[in-house]
């Protein structure tokens, strides 16, 4: 019984302080000459962290961020954030048919998984989250949002293309219960 408690302990204590675990990550690395890399979450690998692309305009930024699947496909993962108090969430709109990949060529059409918009505060997040199917070790991911891709308030958005190079390289993974 007292090794149990002194082994819950410690197992509760590791939580919450967190935990580091060296490794080797294979991902996607973003092209930076394709816009700014950025994180996609606040905690996980600390060298390979900016692992997304991110490109600003006047009022409104996009983020991709592509990576591998657990069923043997690519995930594509692209949000757009709308900066215009006056804006209601109903003059934002995402036309899938307008996202095109680049590479791989000849490849089926991005399969829509998700779909979410929320507004708050003036802000106005809408994203989409795509499938390519049958693509675990695909080099190259490069995706085009033609133009008007995203429409605000009747205006629609400039082309946009994002590039990431499957890569491998040392990382330490950290989490903590914080994340």
């Given at each position: ?24 990550r294979?991902?996607y ?19 390979t ?13 996009v ?23 006056q ?17 791989p ?45 995203i ?14 190079s ?7 993974l ?6």
């Amino acid at each position: 019984m007292k090794l149990r408690t002194i082994l819950l302990i410690g197992t509760l204590a590791i939580g919450l302080s967190g935990c580091v675990i060296p490794t080797d990550r294979t991902y996607y690395k973003p092209e930076e000459s394709y816009g700014e890399a950025v994180a996609s979450q606040s905690c996980g690998y600390l060298r390979t962290n900016q692992d997304s692309l991110k490109q600003s305009f006047n009022d409104y930024s996009v983020k991709v961020n592509a990576s591998q699947d657990g069923r043997n496909g690519v995930t594509i993962s692209v949000s757009a954030i709308v900066d215009r108090p006056q804006l209601d969430i109903n003059d934002i709109l995402f036309d899938t048919n307008k996202v095109h990949l680049i590479q791989p060529e000849n490849r089926e059409k991005l399969k829509t998984k998700n779909a979410f918009k929320h507004q708050s505060y003036g802000t106005i997040w809408i994203s989409r989250t795509f499938l390519l199917p049958d693509a675990p070790f695909e080099q190259v991911i490069e995706l085009e949002l033609a133009p008007g891709a995203i429409t605000i308030k009747g205006r629609p958005s400039e082309r946009m293309v994002f590039k990431f190079s499957l890569t491998t390289t040392f990382d330490v993974l950290y989490f903590s219960i914080n994340c």
